[in-house]
């Protein structure tokens, strides 16, 4: 494989399937715990209901943690790219107006994962909300503000 810095390596070979379930994760720019604060946190939770409201994505699972956030979703009527751009160009802009930063949010790109139906999406789901329990932030999942599951 050529030497790519790591945002173009994560394209290669990246396909995006309409009504496929994605496991997508990105990290905040120099991983910076920005979400550490909730209020932002919830910045980025009304980019991902936005996106199922106007039928980009259904959300099965998410967590945001203090520097990256977990998403678990069904895709819809875009393209993972789209998907990706829209959600946090406009949590950039929104976390941006509320705590007076300015600049980037986010490190370029975003690492995915096709899952297959097969996949038990219910025991994927867990382990995504139980980031914060993994990184010791809380005690109980219950204390955590930032995620979210269908199944739940």
């Known amino acids: 494989m050529p030497?790519?810095?790591?945002?173009?390596?994560?394209?290669?070979g990246r396909?995006?399937?309409p009504n496929r379930i994605y496991l997508?994760?990105?990290?905040?720019?120099?991983?910076?715990?920005?979400?550490?604060d909730v209020a932002l946190g919830r910045l980025v939770v009304q980019q991902f209901r936005r996106a199922q409201t106007i039928g980009m994505a259904s959300s099965l699972?998410?967590?945001?943690m203090p520097d990256?956030?977990?998403w678990l979703v069904e895709l819809e009527n875009c393209s993972l790219r789209r998907?990706?751009?829209?959600?946090?160009?406009?949590?950039?802009?929104?976390?941006?107006?509320?705590?007076?930063?300015?600049?980037?949010?986010?490190?370029q790109g975003f690492h995915d994962r096709a899952l297959r139906r097969e996949d038990d999406l219910v025991k994927?789901?867990?382990?995504?909300?139980?980031?914060?329990?993994?990184?010791?932030?809380?005690?109980?999942?219950?204390?955590?503000?930032?995620?979210?599951a269908i199944w739940v």
Do not use: C, I
């Not at 030497?3 to 290669?12: E, I, K, M, V, W």
């Not at 829209?86 to 600049?103: D, H, I, P, Q, W």
């Not at 867990?126 to 930032?146: H, I, K, Q, T």
């Open 68 to 70: 990256h956030f977990h």
């Open 61 to 64: 699972a998410w967590v945001v």
């Open 24 to 36: 997508l994760t990105a990290n905040t720019l120099d991983r910076e715990p920005v979400f550490a």
């Open 15 to 17: 396909y995006a399937e």
């Open 83 to 107: 998907l990706m751009r829209e959600t946090k160009s406009l949590a950039t802009r929104e976390v941006n107006l509320s705590s007076g930063r300015n600049g980037s949010l986010w490190q």
């Open 124 to 148: 994927m789901a867990r382990y995504v909300v139980a980031n914060p329990l993994r990184a010791r932030l809380v005690e109980s999942l219950g204390d955590y503000p930032l995620w979210d």
């Open 3 to 12: 030497d790519l810095p790591a945002s173009h390596r994560l394209r290669t």
